[in-house]
C-alpha cells in the first residue's frame, strides 16, 4: 500500500502543476503505458499472497479511477483553453473599413462581353467558343465565300502559312459552322471573342472583338430577327426606345443581309442613343444562306434561321464615351483605372448592367 500511497502523492502533486498537453501527456503514459506505474502495479496482484491481495487490488482500481479521471479533465482543459486561445488570437472583425490597397480593374471589353453574354441568356442563346488560329475552310469556304471570292479581299486576312491553309480568324463566323457541325439543330447560339484583319486607324485595330449570333430552328424568320436585335439594343444602351434602320447589305452567308444602323445625337459634346437623326452603323446580319446550312449537312427546307455579328469595341465604345479604339489596346495603367469596371460588379440583367 505505500507503494501505491506514493505514486498517487508524487502524481497528485504533480498534476497540480502548470502543465502543457505535452507534459499532461507524458505523465499519463508514465502511469498507465505498457510498463507505466500504475500498469506494473496490476501485474504484481498475481504474485500477492492471498489475504492481502484483494485490498492491493482494489485500492489500486480506486487510485487507477482517480488517476485517471484527473488526467482526463485536465488534458480536455488544457485543450478547450487552447482553442481558446487560438480562436482569441486569430479573430477577425469584419466590420473594419478595408485597408488601402492597389485593386485590378476590368477591362471595358470583358465587362461588355459579359453585359452581351447576360442579355442574350436572358432570351435563351447560350455561349460557344471556337479558336483564333482558324482553318481557310471554316473561315470563308464553308461560309459560302469560296476561293477567288471578292469578299475574301475585303477582309485583310492575315494568313499564317504560304498555302494560305491556316489563318487569324477574320470574324467570329467560323464558330457557326463548328456549332453546327458537331450537333444537330435547332441552335441558339452567341459567340463573342478576338477576330483579326490587318488594318490599324483611330476606328480600326488589327485585332478587335465580335460576337457572332445564331439561331436556327424551323419557322424562323426575319421577323425573328429584327425582334432579337431591338431588345439586345434596348437592354444594352439601358434605353426604352430605340431608333433603328436596316439597310440592305451583302454577306456571302446571309441571304437576303442586312447592315443595322441605331439612331443617336451629340448633346453636350456626349452621344445620346436612341434618339435624333444620325446613324451609326453596328452590325451585320441576316437569314443564314441555304449553302452554309447544305455545308454543315442541314436540310433547308427544315430548318432555317438568321446569324448576326456585333462589333464589340464600338459598342464599349459608345456605351462608355470612349473616343479612340486604340487605346483599348494600349495597357496603360492610368486608362484602365479610369474606364475599368471594379471586378465584383459581375453584370447581371435584374441588377443592372453598367452600375
Ligand atoms: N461576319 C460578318 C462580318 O464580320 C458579320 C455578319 C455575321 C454578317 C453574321 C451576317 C451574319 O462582317
Same mark, same amino acid.
Given at each position: 500500500? +505505500?507503494?501505491?500511497?506514493?505514486?498517487?502523492? %508524487?502524481?497528485?502533486?504533480?498534476? @497540480? !502543476?502548470?502543465? #502543457? &498537453?505535452?507534459?499532461? /501527456?507524458?505523465?499519463?503514459?508514465?502511469?498507465?503505458?505498457?510498463?507505466?506505474?500504475?500498469?506494473?502495479?496490476?501485474?504484481?496482484?498475481?504474485?500477492?499472497?492471498?489475504?492481502?491481495?484483494?485490498?492491493?487490488?482494489?485500492?489500486?482500481?480506486?487510485?487507477?479511477?482517480?488517476?485517471?479521471?484527473?488526467?482526463?479533465?485536465?488534458?480536455?482543459?488544457?485543450?478547450?483553453?487552447?482553442?481558446?486561445?487560438?480562436?482569441?488570437?486569430?479573430?477577425?472583425?469584419v466590420?473594419?473599413?478595408?485597408?488601402?490597397?492597389?485593386?485590378?480593374?476590368?477591362?471595358p471589353?470583358?465587362?461588355?462581353?459579359?453585359?452581351?453574354?447576360?442579355?442574350? +441568356?436572358?432570351?435563351?442563346?447560350?455561349?460557344? %467558343?471556337?479558336?483564333?488560329?482558324? @482553318? !481557310?475552310?471554316? #473561315? &470563308?469556304?464553308?461560309? /459560302?465565300?469560296?476561293?477567288?471570292?471578292?469578299?475574301?479581299?475585303?477582309?485583310?486576312?492575315?494568313?499564317?502559312?504560304?498555302?494560305?491553309?491556316?489563318?487569324?480568324?477574320?470574324?467570329?463566323?467560323?464558330?457557326?459552322?463548328?456549332?453546327?457541325?458537331?450537333?444537330?439543330?435547332?441552335?441558339?447560339?452567341?459567340?463573342?471573342?478576338?477576330?483579326?484583319?490587318?488594318?490599324?486607324?483611330?476606328?480600326?485595330?488589327?485585332?478587335?472583338?465580335?460576337?457572332?449570333?445564331?439561331?436556327?430552328?424551323?419557322?424562323?424568320?426575319?421577323?425573328?430577327?429584327?425582334?432579337?436585335?431591338?431588345?439586345?439594343?434596348?437592354?444594352?444602351?439601358?434605353v426604352?426606345?430605340?431608333?433603328?434602320?436596316?439597310r440592305?447589305?451583302?454577306?456571302?452567308?446571309? !441571304?437576303?443581309?442586312?447592315?443595322?444602323?441605331?439612331?443617336?445625337?451629340?448633346?453636350?459634346?456626349?452621344?445620346?442613343?436612341?434618339?435624333?437623326?444620325q446613324?451609326?452603323?453596328?452590325?451585320?446580319?441576316?437569314?443564314?444562306?441555304p449553302?452554309?446550312?447544305?455545308?454543315?449537312?442541314?436540310?433547308?427546307?427544315?430548318?432555317?434561321?438568321?446569324?448576326?455579328?456585333?462589333?464589340?469595341?464600338r459598342?464599349?465604345?459608345?456605351?462608355?464615351?470612349?473616343?479612340?479604339?486604340?487605346?483599348?489596346?494600349?495597357?496603360?495603367?492610368?486608362?484602365?483605372?479610369?474606364?475599368?469596371?471594379?471586378?465584383?460588379?459581375v453584370?447581371?440583367?435584374?441588377?443592372?448592367?453598367s452600375?
Amino acid at each position: 500500500m +505505500s507503494d501505491l500511497k506514493k505514486i498517487k502523492d %508524487e502524481f497528485l502533486l504533480k498534476l @497540480n !502543476e502548470n502543465l #502543457n &498537453f505535452n507534459e499532461i /501527456n507524458e505523465i499519463k503514459s508514465k502511469l498507465f503505458g505498457k510498463n507505466g506505474l500504475i500498469s506494473s502495479q496490476f501485474k504484481k496482484i498475481g504474485s500477492i499472497n492471498e489475504e492481502e491481495r484483494k485490498k492491493f487490488a482494489s485500492d489500486l482500481n480506486i487510485i487507477k479511477d482517480e488517476l485517471l479521471e484527473l488526467i482526463d479533465t485536465k488534458i480536455n482543459r488544457i485543450k478547450n483553453s487552447e482553442i481558446n486561445e487560438k480562436l482569441e488570437k486569430e479573430k477577425i472583425d469584419v466590420t473594419l473599413p478595408e485597408r488601402s490597397f492597389v485593386r485590378g480593374k476590368i477591362h471595358p471589353v470583358s465587362q461588355t462581353i459579359d453585359e452581351i453574354s447576360s442579355i442574350f +441568356s436572358e432570351i435563351g442563346f447560350s455561349v460557344e %467558343e471556337g479558336p483564333d488560329v482558324e @482553318n !481557310e475552310y471554316n #473561315n &470563308f469556304t464553308a461560309l /459560302n465565300t469560296p476561293d477567288n471570292h471578292p469578299a475574301r479581299d475585303m477582309h485583310d486576312t492575315f494568313y499564317l502559312d504560304k498555302k494560305k491553309e491556316k489563318l487569324l480568324r477574320t470574324h467570329t463566323s467560323p464558330v457557326q459552322i463548328r456549332t453546327m457541325l458537331k450537333d444537330k439543330p435547332p441552335f441558339k447560339i452567341i459567340a463573342p471573342g478576338r477576330t483579326y484583319r490587318s488594318d490599324s486607324d483611330q476606328t480600326h485595330s488589327p485585332m478587335f472583338h465580335q460576337v457572332e449570333g445564331l439561331h436556327i430552328d424551323k419557322n424562323i424568320n426575319m421577323g425573328h430577327l429584327k425582334g432579337c436585335l431591338n431588345y439586345f439594343i434596348k437592354e444594352f444602351f439601358e434605353v426604352n426606345k430605340i431608333k433603328m434602320r436596316f439597310r440592305p447589305s451583302h454577306f456571302p452567308f446571309t !441571304e437576303p443581309s442586312a447592315e443595322v444602323d441605331i439612331g443617336y445625337e451629340m448633346k453636350d459634346g456626349k452621344i445620346v442613343i436612341g434618339e435624333g437623326n444620325q446613324w451609326l452603323e453596328i452590325l451585320g446580319c441576316g437569314m443564314v444562306h441555304p449553302n452554309v446550312l447544305k455545308n454543315v449537312k442541314i436540310d433547308p427546307s427544315k430548318f432555317q434561321g438568321y446569324a448576326f455579328g456585333i462589333g464589340i469595341d464600338r459598342l464599349a465604345m459608345l456605351k462608355y464615351g470612349i473616343h479612340d479604339l486604340r487605346a483599348f489596346f494600349d495597357c496603360d495603367f492610368r486608362w484602365l483605372n479610369h474606364f475599368g469596371f471594379d471586378p465584383l460588379d459581375v453584370p447581371t440583367n435584374y441588377r443592372g448592367l453598367s452600375r
